[in-house]
């Protein structure tokens, strides 16, 4: 049912604010442009105006080839001085110009013949395109040209190119962004960030600052716009953050509207436990189960995250808590992300628990359906108290008959909308359940602060007593005939051995084989040891022995793949080798190498790797041997890698910022919060504004767990 409206001349309702006026009012955009508009989140002249570019061209001025570099972008005049087609790998037509201040080589691949007959000796060219080394002299791959004499083809602005989609090409962006620049000359955009907090920072106002992202002037200085750095990026980076921040505000406000069950802060079961380890809390676990029990005496949902190195003893706090909840009457569900840990967690919390008198279910995606009906039944019913499980906890046939504490373990590993499921199955009479998320990988402070604004933080920061820091040395994988002396060695001592095989392969079915592999020459390198073997093929029954059978020192050395890479716990096992370390990001190695020194013994690491390794590998390998410290180990990854990565976008929208980029802008920080804080107790329109302009309205569930 299509009616055709008649379309409003953009010049008609002059000042019509931008945030009220349709893109639809843009001339070239019809129904079915505005339709692909939305999907880059575009609604309305001012959605156009904060889609921004992400690089920009110089097609401003001449540039000379004399000071062309390999990499440089840029518009030339040159006279033809030769033209040929020649026939090596591939024919190419190749010609020659130069002028004046060098000569450069203009390649093709793919022309007619009438192309190659064009480019006659003497005619000039004006070209653009991107350098690069060719043989012989620097060249152009398949430039734009044309005719000098058919006039100057030089821009008044650089060029930008913004975030496209199928169906919406440069050329529109850039056709309806001079619409809305030009429509901005009459009507100002609304300023929400007060001028007393800008004008210390020396930044430019929003109308400056949108003007110079999208057409920067001939002069602006292309080294700071490419990298992000030019004031105007500062200017909109700093109230994009504010924004991000306050949107975490609010949805955290209204989580806090929800009500959850108020767990008392005394429980005889959590005494009863605690007198049942073997060894005292460290003092940073004591105040973490402080602060949490805190938090979940009042009657608002609890909403924190437990981060503490590997090793650093998270589960008995989680495991504390979860007495706590069973003693005041609700169910406590811990999720884990992978069977091998949530296995783990089952044993430990059936020590605990079970001489205790509390029974802990178990929910896992690999129960025959008749074993998980009866779970699913006794978790309705309330007769399991504790569930220990995996995904398989959050799908739709499982309720609780009263969740009061969701535990979540790595949480690096779910997304968001699973927590969320899992938050949703709340106890009953609109309760929602406390949440205890607990991370091994320190989540560094700028990103703590902006996308983990929501979330409450207790640093678990020492290690339990008597654990001594793993020594790391790296290893080329030719001296493997080293290595298992190394493990013989070890394996004599009375200690027990992990070997890791990683492949860059994601195939289950590769990595499982490799490491069958692996098993196999090892245990014939050494036969007076016994080795087992353990991948994410196996069924988790056989998975499960030998695990056990590795937990008792029945098995000396364990070949895995990386499936036993995060809470696997055996604090007898002190060597770690790991193949392939070089295709390893940061958070895995520190995680695998957490494996070992958890006992008393002196524990060490051997990474493998294949020489020659890239710079990036090289400086992972390095922080590695330096550094024990997963917080430092975390700032570095964050350096070397960037945000976006180190989070995960699928966990985070809070990471795809549009313009602001962590660790580039980190020292904005200090204000954004500063700038939020006031906004928040003074200007509750403007926050409004600020969210809809950044955010939309569309994506406000992000990070809201
Ligand atoms: P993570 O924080 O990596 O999840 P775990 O909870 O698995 O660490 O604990 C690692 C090991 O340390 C386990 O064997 C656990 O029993 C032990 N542990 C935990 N707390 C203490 C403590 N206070 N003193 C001694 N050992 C502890
Ligand atoms: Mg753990």
Known sequence: MKTKATKPAIGATPNAALDATTVNTLKGVGEAMATKLATLGIYTLQDVLFHLPFRYQDRTRLRK????????????EAEVVISEVVQRQRRSLLVRVADGTGSLTLRFFHFSAKQSQQFERGKVLQCFGEVRRGPGMLEMVHPEYRLASQGAALQNTLTPFYPATEGVQQGTLRKLSDQALQHLRTVSLAELIPQSLLAPLGLPDLTTAINTVHRPPPDANVQELADGLHPAHRRLALEELVSHRLAMRQLREQHQTNQAPVIASSSSLADALKASLAFDLTGAQARVLNELLQDTQQPEPMLRLIQGDVGAGKTIVAALAAAHAVEAGYQVALMAPTEIL????????????????????WLSGKLKASEKRSMIESVAMGHSRIVVGTHALFQNDVEFQNLGLAI??????????????????????????????MTATPIPRTLAMTAYADLDVSVIDELPPGRKPVTTVALESQRRADVVQRVNA????????????????????????AAEDTAQILAEALPDHRVGLVHGRMKSKEKDAIMAEFKSANIDLLVATTVIEVGVDVPNASLMIIENAERLGLSQLHQLRGRVGRGS????????YHGPLSKTARQRIGIMRETNDGFVIAERDLEIRGAGEVLGTRQTGAAEFRIAKLGRDDDLLDVVSEVADELAATQPKAVLKLIRRWIGDGKQDYGGV
């Open 601 to 608: 013994a002196q524990s060490s690491c051997i990474l493998m």
């Open 342 to 361: 949530a296995e783990q967690h089952l044993l430990n919390f059936c020590d605990w628990f079970e001489p205790l008198g509390i029974s802990v279910g």
């Open 408 to 437: 979540v373990d790595e949480q690096h590993r779910f997304g968001v909308h699973q927590r969320l499921a899992l938050r949703n199955k709340g106890a009953k009479n609109n309760l929602l359940p406390h949440q205890l998320i």
């Open 65 to 76: 080839i004399g000071e062309l570099r390999p990499g440089d972008e840029g518009v030339i």
């Open 490 to 513: 070890a394996i004599a001592e009375g200690r027990q051995v992990y070997w890791v095989c990683t492949l860059i392969d994601e195939s289950e079915f590769l990595q499982a084989e």
